[in-house]
């Protein structure tokens, strides 16, 4: 072994060591955060960076522009906080109805969006989510403007009860857990490479053999499921589902979650949702529009961070000296 082929095996090891360092701390600060900050405002950045994290992996991973997960992240909203209150589900069960629900709206929505690219795949996303937002204004079930009020947080397994705002945490802080790794999973699988390279040159991928319209609505699909985690577990955490959370501004603050963090990475949609989450809750009481504010950090970090807060740091000097990639 040569001394250079000694070095970079080296500093490659060092580099994995230290990532794995950095996640052990984030997983630590994560355990400790309902003990230092207010509960409810983490378990809203954690079901947001799990909508924010899921809308990535059509965007950043695919290369399709959505403006409609409002849909799945407010459609599942409503599913899991109706079944909780009308039918009594546990919690488990009422986001795993809602994620059912997100998957269903997915593969119909899916099916039409796929026929189409770029700007038109985004609006035909768009008019398809406002097809379904009047729907919930003119239901009966979702209660109209009023939407689902008091959802009961239940207990888990019939056994832990949720109404401890502790147990709550856990239990989003796991659920998040889980949904972030099944997008790595998912990412980091044959099926992820084959995204990747659609999103690369589609008309290669179509010419070495693979039915691309199929890969491309499994991702929708399973985008369309975990925003439905998202959606199940905020309805849960807030106790009430309403039509703000399938508004068209919803869909539009998960794209500006993802790209002020960084598309084409996994931890780009947590830092992005965290950022805009924490700019709400401190902007809340103040007498200047918040809207304003997120809109000028956006416009600084498109002008400033092309990539994203991540995805700079991912192409700095310090960033591939760690290991880390944009598709990672």
């Not at 690219?117 to 996303?125: E, P, V």
């Amino acid at each position: 072994m040569t001394d250079a082929t000694h070095t970079t095996s080296s500093t490659f090891t060092g580099a994995r060591h230290l990532r794995t360092v950095m996640l052990i701390a984030i997983l630590i600060f994560l355990i400790a955060a309902p003990f230092l900050f207010y509960p409810i405002f983490v378990m809203k950045i954690l079901c947001f960076a799990l909508f924010a994290a899921a809308f990535n992996l059509l965007l950043g991973y695919t290369g399709f522009l959505s403006f409609g997960h409002a849909a799945f992240f407010g459609g599942a909203a409503y599913f899991t906080a109706h079944a909780m209150k009308e039918w009594g589900t546990t919690p488990e069960v009422g986001i795993l109805i809602g994620v059912a629900g997100a998957a269903a709206l997915g593969l119909v929505i899916g099916l039409i969006a796929i026929r189409r690219q770029g700007i038109y795949f985004a609006m035909i996303t768009l008019a398809l989510s406002q097809m379904f937002f009047f729907y919930c204004v003119q239901s009966a079930w979702t209660h109209g403007e009023d939407g689902i009020q008091s959802v009961p947080r239940g207990h888990l397994f019939g056994l832990i009860d949720l109404n401890v705002t502790t147990n709550m945490y856990f239990f989003v802080l796991a659920v998040f857990l889980i949904g972030i790794g099944i997008i790595w999973r998912f990412v980091n699988s044959p099926f992820g490479m084959i995204l990747k390279s659609i999103r690369e040159n589609e008309q290669r991928t179509v010419s070495l053999g693979y039915a691309v319209d199929r890969y491309k609505l499994g991702a929708f699909v399973m985008s369309a499921a975990l925003a439905g985690l998202a959606g199940g577990l905020k309805a849960i955490v807030f106790e009430f589902a309403t039509l703000t959370d399938v508004a068209w501004q919803m869909s539009g603050e998960v794209i500006l979650m993802t790209l002020l963090g960084g598309i084409g990475t996994m931890i780009g949609p947590v830092v992005g949702a965290s950022l805009v989450v924490t700019l709400q809750n401190e902007l809340a009481t103040s007498d200047f529009p918040v809207t304003i504010v997120t809109g000028l950090v956006f416009m600084a970090c498109v002008l400033l961070f092309r990539r994203g807060l991540v995805g700079e740091f991912y192409a700095s000097r310090l960033g591939r000296r760690l290991g880390f990639r944009p598709e990672q």
